[in-house]
């Protein structure tokens, strides 16, 4: 078991059932959104994309390897969409 940066998922990461605990930051979590959007056409909330924003962070160590994660929450209303997912003018 390991842990990347401080976490208090410890009840859960005692559990056993658990590998590793990343956490992402807010802009990390708003890229995952972005390329949820432009590689799938998905819009999915902040939260939903943690998983995506950490397999990008360990993008290297993860290349050849078949890896999965969930995308979960629509919970997204129509302006935050175009505030997270169209550029700035």
Same mark, same amino acid.
Request: contains cysteine; glycine residues 8%; proline residues 2%.
């Given at each position: 078991?390991?842990?990347?940066?401080?976490?208090? %998922?410890? @009840?859960?990461?005692?559990?056993? *059932?658990?590998?590793?605990?990343?956490?992402?930051?807010?802009? +990390? $979590? *708003?890229?995952?959104?972005?390329? @949820?959007?432009?590689?799938?056409? $998905?819009?999915? +909330?902040?939260?939903? @994309?943690? %998983? $995506?924003?950490?397999?990008?962070?360990?993008? %290297?160590? $993860?290349?050849?390897?078949?890896?999965?994660?969930?995308?979960?929450?629509?919970?997204?209303?129509? +302006?935050?969409?175009?505030?997270?997912?169209?550029?700035?003018?």
């Amino acid at each position: 078991m390991s842990f990347s940066r401080s976490t208090t %998922g410890s @009840a859960i990461s005692s559990s056993g *059932l658990v590998d590793t605990i990343d956490l992402v930051s807010d802009a +990390e $979590l *708003l890229d995952g959104v972005r390329v @949820a959007f432009e590689h799938f056409r $998905l819009i999915i +909330e902040p939260s939903a @994309a943690a %998983g $995506l924003a950490a397999i990008a962070n360990h993008r %290297g160590e $993860l290349a050849g390897q078949h890896v999965a994660t969930v995308f979960c929450g629509a919970n997204v209303t129509s +302006e935050q969409a175009q505030e997270w997912l169209m550029p700035a003018r």
